[in-house]
Structure formats: C-alpha cells, structure tokens
C-alpha cells in the first residue's frame, strides 16, 4: 500500500511560481511511475505530467511544457512539480498519484494509476 500527501498548493498573481510536493509511504517508492493530474471546477480530471520509476523520462501535457518541472527525490520518497509563470487556466486542484509500474505505461491516463492522494488546491489569479 503507497500513502500519498500533496503539499504547496496556494494562491498566487498569473506570472508566479509555485512548487507542489507528494510525500509518499512504501520502501519501493523508486520504482513506481509518479504522476499529476489536475482537476478544474466543473471539469474532468486531466493528465499534467510524470516521470517513470528509473528516471529517464519525463512527460508533460503540451500546456504546461517549459513552464511545468517534475522531478523526484527517491532518498525522501518526495515527488515535486515545480510550477512557473503560472496562468488562470492551471487553476486546479492537483493530485499525486502512484503506479507501481516503472515505465512503459500510458501515462496520461489516469486509470493507469493506483494510487492517488487527496490533492492541493492551486488558484491563480489574473
């Protein structure tokens, strides 16, 4: 069982920066695939960006490359999304989540994954 809390969510002027972080439980946290997702008002949940479990790979949803980093600790069993020049459309509320695959899966969908933390809210205003 993989236990997810995301963290750094908050409000913040179109043109900032945040950086989102997910604490995860489990020893083999360094070979599961992380993702995020986000989810607007009113909206479906959506694909934001992964990175599989040997680190070779990074992918993202064409909205948020350049702006949008991920990367992960696997000493801290930490996954980080650092967000920069930030605009009223990423306003969402974003979850972690977990697959216990290393790589090779479709990594936009979010049926792929197993687990999912509860999320942090992200506003941006204009």
């Known amino acids: 069982q993989v236990q997810l809390v995301e963290s750094g969510g908050g409000l913040v002027q179109a043109g900032g920066s945040l950086r989102l972080s997910c604490a995860a439980s489990?020893?083999?946290?360094?070979?599961?695939?992380m993702g995020w997702f986000r989810q607007a008002p009113g909206k479906e949940r959506t694909f934001v960006g992964a990175?599989?479990?040997?680190?070779?790979?990074?992918y993202y949803t064409d909205s948020v490359k350049g702006r949008f980093t991920i990367s992960r600790d696997d000493a801290k069993n930490t996954l980080n999304l650092q967000m920069n020049n930030l605009e009223p459309g990423d306003t969402a509320l974003y979850y972690c989540?977990?697959?216990?695959?290393?790589?090779?899966?479709?990594?936009?969908?979010?049926?792929?994954?197993?687990?999912w933390g509860r999320g942090t809210q992200v506003t941006v205003s204009s």
């Open positions: 489990g020893r083999t946290f360094s070979r599961y695939t």
């Open positions: 990175i599989n479990g040997i680190r070779t790979s990074t």
């Open positions: 989540a977990a697959s216990p695959a290393i790589s090779g899966i479709n990594y936009r969908l979010g049926s792929n994954y197993n687990y």
